[in-house]
């Protein structure tokens, strides 16, 4: 397989905030973009041993032909080395260096064929895939209302660029910032819209009633209480879309167990140090697992796509109503390990005894003769996994 990346080189290094840091990277080898959908990321390849992956939003407008832009937040990730993902960016990187990276992902992406109005709720540098998606809606007609939360002005990144794309909007664009603890400086300059949490009064106040699309990103915490916010308002949780900062998981299922379980960063034991502590970084895969309709197991039919989990003794139908073998097997009551959910770090990889399987998307690094990655695969007829 060819190396899926490329040589890019840091063209521009700007601060955002206190502990932001966007980075505007163009190819080094002439040749155009890879195109880009709103709400995407892309993966970058760390000069360490082993090559560490670690997955940034594209930050800035994806119609831009001339290069991307990731806008990342520092955190010391414990365990890991400093000077590893963010750090290494931060303190490390300067204009004029190479990075490695490679085509963007993530099914996390803006409903262009929709005309309803949209709601971009961010939490801190969840703003990054949000402020793709204003850049691509700046374009159009829909009515579009941009939330953010911050904790303070001095963490708060991208505000003048989210401005200005409002103010240049006639008002289809409404921008509205919350401050959880502002500081006097902050209270003095008046640069934020109201101060504490995002909760329904504030939303029910903000927005006209219809029915809306929403995209959220964030931290985990606040993810969990704009989901339990939005479906407690009456949306449908169709109409909402979202994505992690860590390992993929399904937001209903935590808003169901609870604030303490969505609090808990799990990373899983087999996870390759290449994506062990993604749960600090950017790891979208668009909306988790469907938990509102779980794919049932079926008896495996003897003329269609089948599916033998060889250790749990059990054969079950291939459903197209699965997105993958991970999901079919999630379906069948099985718990394989996984992390990324989009194909990046083959925690998810399992045996192949028997049969062919087809990729929905290219794996970054192939799995090993004899393997399958679950998370981004479907069987062409029977198949055997070690599972």
């Given at each position: 397989m060819a190396d899926p990346f490329r040589p890019f080189t840091v063209a521009r290094k700007v601060r955002e905030s206190e502990v932001i840091t966007s980075f505007h990277l163009v190819p080094q080898d002439g040749a155009a973009l890879w195109p880009a959908l709103p709400g995407q990321y892309l993966t970058l390849r760390l000069p360490a041993p082993g090559g560490p992956l670690r997955t940034y939003s594209i930050s800035s407008d994806v119609a831009d032909g001339t290069g991307y832009r990731i806008s990342v937040k520092r955190e010391a990730a414990p365990g890991l080395p400093e000077g590893l993902g963010s750090c290494?960016?931060?303190?490390?990187?300067?204009?004029?260096?190479?990075?490695?990276?490679?085509?963007?992902r993530g099914s996390f992406v803006l409903d262009e064929a929709s005309d309803r109005p949209v709601l971009l709720l961010a939490g801190g540098v969840g703003v990054t895939p949000l402020l793709s998606m204003l850049h691509r809606l700046a374009r159009g007609k829909r009515r579009v209302y941009f939330v953010q939360a911050c904790e303070n002005g001095a963490v708060h990144a991208l505000r003048e660029e989210v401005a200005a794309l409002a103010a240049a909007s006639d008002g289809r664009i409404v921008a509205r910032t919350l401050y959880r603890a502002p500081s006097a400086a902050d209270r003095a300059a008046g640069a934020y819209d109201a101060e504490g949490l995002v909760d329904a009064a504030f939303l029910q106040g903000l927005l006209p009633l219809d029915r809306y699309e929403a995209y959220l990103c964030g931290p985990t915490p606040f993810m969990v209480a704009m989901w339990r916010l939005l479906t407690g308002l009456g949306l449908r949780e169709d109409d909402i879309r979202y994505e992690f900062f860590g390992k993929q998981t399904s937001l209903?299922?935590?808003?169901?167990?609870?604030?303490?379980?969505a609090l808990r960063a799990h990373v899983p034991a087999g996870a390759p140090a290449a994506?062990?502590?993604?749960?600090?970084?950017?790891?979208?895969?668009?909306?988790?697992i469907e938990e509102s309709s779980p794919v049932p197991p079926v008896a495996a039919p003897a003329d269609g796509p089948s599916v033998v989990f060889a250790r749990s003794g059990r054969e079950v139908a291939w459903t197209d109503s699965a997105a993958n073998l991970l999901e079919l097997a999630e379906a069948a009551g099985l718990e394989p390990e996984f992390s990324c959910r989009a194909g990046l770090c083959n925690t998810c990889r399992t045996g192949?005894?028997?049969?062919?399987?087809?990729?929905?998307?290219?794996?970054?690094t192939d799995p090993p003769a004899g393997t399958v990655l679950l998370c981004c695969s479907r069987p062409e007829g029977r198949v055997v996994l070690d599972l």
């Open positions: 290494w960016l931060h303190d490390r990187v300067a204009e004029g260096d190479t990075v490695e990276i490679a085509a963007p209903p299922r935590l808003a169901a167990e609870g604030a303490r379980a994506i062990a502590r993604l749960a600090y970084l950017t790891n979208p895969a668009a909306r988790g192949l005894s028997e049969g062919r399987v087809t990729y929905l998307e290219p794996p970054l």
